[in-house]
């Protein structure tokens, strides 16, 4: 029986794009058919190992275009920008199965199912970017996204923190008025594939506070403060607002932890 975290390493350390989609795909299959083991295959490869595409090229973020929508070409970056975000997000949902050995099969079992939704999300985003001419690499993106998992790669509180609690959460924030734009743009298309990309990153941000808190717990650690200090101590501050307090109750955060993130930083 294959173990997942074989998958787990075809799928970071070879950049082809099509076969990571397609093992990702397969590992899913073997999940649905019990076939998958979870047993550890090998110690991990070190992150810096990690293989991607030659392209897109990467750019720090404020070096990145502005991108505006009224234009074929803004559309495009938009589009591309996302599909970025989405791929990368394909690689991170990996990278945990990966890194962090010696937890219940139900993490795992949840990580994998969200990067197969990764995958998903790309591919419908791909298909969009191709409509308007593009494909995937055509475009500059931004490479801050991995930094976050290079970053925590020896703690999984801090991943769990960080990733989903952090930089995926801030979907939930501001990918409702993305849509809501496509939609009054008259691309029915685009908002259809944001509100798909919504729903499923709830239940990613959900299973993050929820293994977050569990694994908190077993450790003896209060789960709230850890999380405070891990912001802090991880992302250099604090994330900016608004946050879409109600869609993050759903997602697993306390109201405390809401009221923490909504106060301004003493100097």
Same mark, same amino acid.
């Given at each position: 029986?294959?173990?997942?975290?074989?998958?787990?390493?075809?799928?970071?350390?070879?950049?082809?794009?099509?076969?990571?989609?397609?093992?990702?795909?397969?590992?899913?299959?073997?999940?649905?058919?019990?076939?998958?083991?979870?047993?550890?295959?090998?110690?991990?490869?070190?992150?810096?190992?990690?293989?991607?595409?030659?392209?897109?090229?990467?750019?720090? &973020? =404020?070096? /990145?275009?502005? *991108?505006? $929508? @009224?234009?074929?070409? #803004?559309?495009?970056?938009?589009?591309? !920008?996302?599909?970025?975000?989405?791929?990368?997000?394909?690689?991170?949902?990996?990278?945990?199965?990966?890194?962090?050995?010696?937890?219940?099969?139900?993490?795992?079992?949840?990580?994998?199912?969200?990067?197969?939704?990764?995958?998903?999300?790309?591919?419908?985003?791909?298909?969009?970017?191709?409509?308007?001419?593009?494909?995937?690499?055509?475009?500059?993106?931004?490479?801050?996204?991995?930094?976050?998992?290079?970053?925590?790669?020896?703690?999984?509180?801090?991943?769990?923190?960080?990733? &989903? =609690?952090? /930089?995926?959460? *801030?979907? $939930? @924030?501001?990918?409702? #008025?993305?849509?809501?734009?496509?939609? !009054?743009?008259?691309?029915?298309?685009?908002?259809?594939?944001?509100?798909?990309?919504?729903?499923?990153?709830?239940?990613?941000?959900?299973?993050?506070?929820?293994?977050?808190?569990?694994?908190?717990?077993?450790?003896?650690?209060?789960?709230?403060?850890?999380?405070?200090?891990?912001?802090?101590?991880?992302?250099?501050?604090?994330?900016?607002?608004?946050?879409?307090?109600?869609?993050?109750?759903?997602?697993?955060?306390?109201?405390?932890?809401?009221?923490?993130?909504?106060?301004?930083?003493?100097?």
């Amino acid at each position: 029986m294959q173990s997942v975290f074989e998958f787990a390493e075809r799928c970071l350390f070879d950049a082809d794009i099509e076969q990571k989609l397609a093992v990702t795909s397969q590992a899913v299959q073997l999940l649905a058919e019990n076939c998958l083991s979870f047993t550890p295959a090998g110690l991990a490869l070190p992150i810096a190992a990690t293989l991607f595409p030659a392209k897109p090229e990467l750019m720090m &973020p =404020r070096d /990145m275009p502005k *991108r505006r $929508l @009224d234009t074929v070409e #803004g559309q495009a970056a938009f589009f591309h !920008a996302l599909a970025h975000i989405e791929f990368v997000a394909i690689y991170l949902a990996w990278d945990i199965i990966y890194r962090f050995r010696g937890l219940p099969d139900d993490f795992y079992r949840d990580w994998l199912l969200i990067a197969a939704e990764e995958a998903q999300h790309f591919r419908l985003i791909r298909n969009r970017l191709r409509q308007l001419g593009f494909d995937y690499g055509d475009l500059p993106a931004h490479g801050g996204l991995w930094s976050h998992a290079e970053d925590t790669a020896g703690d999984i509180l801090a991943r769990l923190a960080i990733v &989903p =609690r952090c /930089m995926e959460a *801030r979907g $939930l @924030d501001v990918t409702p #008025g993305m849509r809501d734009k496509l939609a !009054a743009m008259g691309d029915a298309e685009g908002a259809a594939i944001l509100e798909r990309i919504y729903t499923d990153e709830i239940g990613h941000v959900e299973r993050g506070s929820y293994w977050f808190n569990t694994l908190a717990q077993q450790r003896g650690l209060q789960s709230e403060q850890h999380y405070k200090d891990l912001i802090l101590g991880y992302y250099k501050g604090k994330p900016k607002g608004p946050f879409n307090r109600e869609v993050r109750i759903i997602a697993g955060f306390s109201e405390n932890e809401l009221d923490w993130l909504e106060e301004r930083l003493h100097e």
